[in-house]
């Protein structure tokens, strides 16, 4: 098991919930843990997760990580990353600098969006002291958050325009989720296979996949679970066909909403596993429940569900159609 997965930071968060952007799972380098892992990306990771995440949860609510830790062999793969040399060490993790980016569900419910939720972030005193730039754009859910070890300035900026393609970050799922969230799995990380579904194009052209529908259902199960208990870590979602060997294989393709399809997660470090047990035992479109205890210090669940009898939401929230930034 790697230690992508089995690296606790904090409370919520494990480190292969840093391992988001859509370009690493594209990258097609095998990112072993040992050789790409170390005690100084350890301690900025754990500060990052203690100093200023938790505490935004605390304030704001749950929230998907969009992009966050770039080793710097996918930087040197890919030359027009936006994680270049534009923005140095911050998504390197290196020097004592971190950003990670962010979509805070809560504020965007109560349509806190662009400047107003720079300034919502930036109104939190108590991460003053680590939290460096904030940068939001208009009309989108996503805010870039620096944590800087020291010193921190108030370099942040509300951007007027941000053009790019659709990806499967902006595409809200439920309450809690997007599309990517769904995607991270340490064992594609270290064998350099993609695992992001192919929704990267322009948004004109976008139309719901497969995957997009049975991640409706899945996170329609799990919405209720992450309100009462906080936010859990998807450490093995939709899979690409051919990729893995084992017999559950089939169910992680999330290709067909008439089938059984399966997820498997991490819950809140102290959440005990029983109250987990009795909100999802017996729902609708359940098919197998199962609890282990998690290297990560914390319980995990395998979810097996069919997507064609799973109950939605009868009022989609803000922002569940694509949202494009």
């Not at 809560?106 to 969006?113: A, E, F, P, Y």
């Not at 805010?143 to 921190?152: D, I, M, P, Q, S």
């Amino acid at each position: 098991m790697s230690g992508w997965e089995t690296t606790r930071l904090s409370k919520h968060f494990i480190l292969l919930d840093f391992m988001a952007d859509h370009a690493i799972y594209k990258s097609r380098i095998g990112l072993l843990f040992d050789q790409h892992w170390n005690s100084g990306y350890q301690q900025i990771a754990e500060q990052v997760c203690v100093d200023l995440l938790e505490p935004m949860i605390e304030a704001f609510g749950l929230f998907s990580v969009a992009d966050a830790f770039w080793p710097q062999v996918i930087e040197q793969a890919d030359k027009k990353a936006h994680a270049g040399s534009r923005f140095g060490p911050k998504h390197r993790w290196q020097d004592g600098e971190a950003t990670v980016d962010i979509a805070l569900w809560d504020l965007v419910d109560k349509g806190i969006t662009g400047k107003a939720l720079k300034d919502r972030i930036e109104s939190l005193a108590y991460i003053a002291a680590c939290r460096d730039r904030v940068i939001t754009y208009p009309n989108t859910e996503f805010a870039c958050v620096t944590w800087k070890k020291a010193g921190a300035k108030k370099g942040g900026s509300y951007l007027t325009s941000k053009k790019q393609s659709l990806r499967a970050h902006h595409i809200r799922v439920g309450r809690s989720f997007c599309l990517l969230d769904f995607c991270r799995n340490a064992a594609a990380l270290e064998a350099g296979q993609r695992m992001v579904p192919p929704v990267d194009k322009d948004t004109a052209d976008y139309k719901p996949i497969t995957q997009e529908e049975v991640a409706r259902a899945c996170a329609a199960l799990l919405d209720p679970l992450v309100a009462r208990l906080g936010r859990v870590s998807v450490i093995r979602g939709i899979e690409a066909a051919g990729f893995a060997s084992d017999a559950e294989a089939a169910a992680h393709h999330w290709d067909d909403p008439a089938r059984p399809c399966r997820i498997k997660a991490v819950l809140p470090q102290g959440t005990e596993a029983k109250e987990a047990k009795a909100m999802l035992d017996g729902q609708p479109g359940v098919e197998a429940l199962e609890f282990w205890e998690h290297p990560s210090e914390a319980s995990a669940l395998s979810l097996t569900f069919r997507p064609d009898q799973v109950s939605r939401l009868a009022v989609p929230p803000r922002g569940l159609r694509p949202v494009y930034g």
